[in-house]
Antibody, heavy 120, light 107 residues
Framework: QGQLVQSGTEVKKPGASVKVSCKASGYSFTSYYIHWVRQAPGQGLEWMGIIHPGAGSTSFARKFQDRLSMTRDTSTSTVYMELYGLRSEDTALYYC?????????????WGQGTLVTVSS | EIILTQSPATLSLSPGERATLSCGASQSLASNYLAWYQQKPGLAPRLLIYDASSRATGVPDRFSGSGSGTDFTLTISRLEPEDFAVYYCQQYGSSVTFGQGTRLEIK
């Protein structure tokens, strides 16, 4: 089935960047796309982007295209999401989630979430 | 971008009752590429339904999905206490977008 385990809580100042990790286990890491989704406090789910862990190719939602990066380390089965130029409205829970081999699909499983707080 | 609109925003029902949650898409979804998730406080979303009507592994059969094109429904046939949560629909026919959620609360 597989499991995704994310890094811990982050507190950042406005203008800084944050890098969140998502370690996969229990399945073929390079065969399944990983997506990132965020959830602001008390709000709904917002899709950020997708990475193919095998090829390293990425695609981002338009609103994040100029300040989002996704990378992967196949030796540790880990993907990384880095968001630059943080502002208070980036305060949210950030989730990684596995899609199917085709890329755009339902998400299962999800990581446990990483809280990122942006505050001066 | 495909916009998903969920209704109602809040649904108040009692255990044992039937729940019907709706998700409308701004454009017809290719191959009915729609999923439903349940989210409880402090937890990640849990996949319930994919491809509009296929139940995910381990999901009780009181949960069912239906619909096609632009109109989709999640039905919980007989509510259990653990079913009270927030439910989201997601489309993956054209990139990915989520609905704003329906909160299912105990009446």
């Amino acid at each position: 089935q597989g499991q995704l385990v994310q890094s811990g809580t982050e507190v950042k100042k406005p203008g800084a960047s944050v890098k969140v990790s998502c370690k996969a286990s229990g399945y073929s890491f390079t065969s399944y796309y990983i997506h990132w989704v965020r959830q602001a406090p008390g709000q709904g789910l917002e899709w950020m982007g997708i990475i193919h862990p095998g090829a390293g190719s990425t695609s981002f939602a338009r609103k994040f295209q100029d300040r989002l990066s996704m990378t992967r380390d196949t030796s540790t089965s880990t993907v990384y999401m880095e968001l630059y130029g943080l502002r208070s409205e980036d305060t949210a829970l950030y989730y990684c989630a596995r899609a199917t081999r085709t890329g755009y699909s339902w998400f299962d499983p999800w990581g446990q979430g990483t809280l990122v707080t942006v505050s001066s | 971008e495909i916009i998903l609109t969920q209704s109602p925003a809040t649904l108040s029902l009692s255990p044992g009752e039937r729940a019907t949650l709706s998700c409308g898409a701004s454009q017809s979804l290719a191959s009915n590429y729609l999923a439903w998730y349940q989210q409880k406080p402090g937890l990640a979303p849990r996949l319930l339904i994919y491809d509009a009507s296929s139940r995910a592994t381990g999901v009780p059969d009181r949960f069912s999905g239906s619909g096609s094109g632009t109109d989709f429904t999640l039905t919980i046939s007989r509510l259990e206490p653990e079913d009270f949560a927030v439910y989201y629909c997601q489309q993956y026919g054209s990139s990915v977008t989520f609905g704003q959620g329906t909160r299912l609360e105990i009446k």
